[in-house]
């Protein structure tokens, strides 16, 4: 039996504790101690984990080829505010005893949706109340809210893209109420995952109307949000394909270009996930790097991909060498604007245990800290910076800075070619750089 506000969903596992990289103990952190200071920040700080309640607590472990493999208690109750109170009880147990201090929640991930908008919306209004009870008592907060627009059968040809007016204003309505959800959660940012923003064949879409409706439709949500006194960063999520084809936030490039062309670029970072940066035949650090060339690196969905598998398999990542790489380009861009590092990620179908959830979610938040902490260590002690400011010295002065002053014309540089000599071949030290990282592992 349920028993709403009372019930402990992870017996015998209480709040997981720091004990160092000595520990052997499995139910502990080995390198996420959130109070220590690196490059300036507590840990905590910096790297704002947040869980994703679609994963952690509605992932039962189905699969396109099989039944769910696990089964949840708060999942218990028929009527659905219950189980959404049930849910909500087992999320705030389960991100106090992370010592975490955020969630992330698609709509119908808190409560189930309706058979009608109109009830859907009554539905979210009576389990947002009883989430802010569950944010005062606990201090967690909502790192960012989203609207699912992709999941349901209307949304088969997209949402803000559909060639149906009727279905994109179901889709505005529904982003509408997650808008007022997530401000009344007092969340701090806002996110759009286009899952089905694109097509399937090209033969029957007009890509430009598309592209053109998802624009205004951004603006729509913009304005409105602002309107009703939100402060907080909108991210927008890229993803090359899967489930359409070709979808319009292809990827980092892709999405900077989009917000620029609709004048979005103000209100708006990229949210980066790792396996969809992958999917994109990129790596995590070069989306990251092309977020932060355009002052829009907002926040992260942390997991990984099957390196032999070409979808999206959300595991938990545990590639040290991958997010030291990606640490490095964070810190040089000054971390995340607005946004936090949200576990994106499902443990496997396999694993069944209740504390499988913790043991990922540990591991995850060990790669991050021990990968942030070995990022500055490299930036702080080792050869790295100044190897490559030394790799770009040519442009630091003479010609080669009045060229990037613009001071130069094309004859000039014409000229300035025709008096050098032989130019001797200049090492990009690549095994130099992959040396340094090792050795601060």
């Not at 949402?159 to 529904?174: E, I, M, R």
């Not at 002052?295 to 070409?310: E, F, K």
């Amino acid at each position: 039996m349920i028993i709403l506000g009372n019930t402990e969903f992870f017996k015998g596992i209480g709040k997981i504790p720091f004990e160092g990289k000595e520990s052997d103990n499995p139910l502990a952190y080995k390198y996420y101690d959130e109070k220590k200071v690196v490059a300036g920040k507590k840990l905590k700080d910096h790297l704002k984990f947040a869980v994703a309640y679609w994963h952690t607590f509605g992932n039962n472990g189905t699969d396109p080829f099989g039944a769910a493999t696990r089964g949840f208690n708060w999942n218990l109750p028929k009527d659905p505010i219950d189980a959404a109170r049930a849910k909500a009880d087992a999320a705030f147990e389960f991100i106090t005893k992370m010592g975490f201090h955020y969630y992330c929640f698609h709509d119908f991930d808190i409560v189930e949706e309706a058979a009608t908008l109109s009830k859907s919306e009554s539905r979210l209004h009576k389990i947002t109340d009883y989430l802010i009870e569950k944010q005062k008592a606990s201090g967690v907060k909502v790192l960012w809210g989203t609207a699912n627009c992709f999941s349901h059968p209307r949304y088969m040809n997209g949402a803000a893209t559909n060639p149906d007016f009727k279905v994109l204003a179901h889709a505005g309505a529904q982003v509408k109420i997650a808008l007022d959800t997530t401000m009344a959660l007092k969340g701090e940012n806002y996110v759009f995952w286009g899952g089905r923003e694109g097509y399937m064949s090209l033969l029957n879409t007009h890509m430009k109307r598309e592209l053109d409706h998802l624009g205004q439709f951004l603006t729509l949500a913009r304005d409105y949000a602002r309107g009703q006194g939100f402060k907080g960063t909108f991210f927008i999520e890229p993803k090359p394909m899967e489930p359409s084809k070709h979808q319009y936030d292809y990827d980092a490039a892709t999405v900077v270009g989009f917000l620029k062309e609709y004048g979005l670029q103000d209100d708006f970072k990229l949210n980066i996930e790792v396996n969809h940066a992958t999917l994109a035949q990129h790596t995590f650090q070069h989306e990251l790097q092309v977020a932060a060339n355009a002052n829009m690196l907002g926040s992260i969905d942390a997991n990984r991909g099957d390196y032999q598998n070409g979808w999206d398999t959300d595991q938990f990542p545990n590639n040290i060498y991958e997010v030291t790489e990606a640490m490095l380009v964070f810190i040089e861009a000054g971390g995340l604007q607005g946004g936090g590092i949200n576990f994106d990620a499902k443990i496997r179908r396999n694993s069944t245990d209740i504390e499988d959830l913790f043991l990922a979610h540990i591991g995850g938040a060990d790669i991050f800290a021990r990968a942030l902490i070995a990022a500055d260590r490299i930036l702080s002690n080792s050869l790295y910076q100044q190897l490559k400011t030394n790799r770009y010295a040519s442009f630091d002065q003479g010609s080669g800075k009045a060229f990037e002053d613009g001071k130069l014309s094309l004859k000039d540089i014409y000229q300035i070619a025709l008096s050098q000599k032989t130019i001797e071949p200049l090492s990009g030290k690549q095994e130099l750089y992959e040396n340094i990282i090792n050795q601060y592992l």
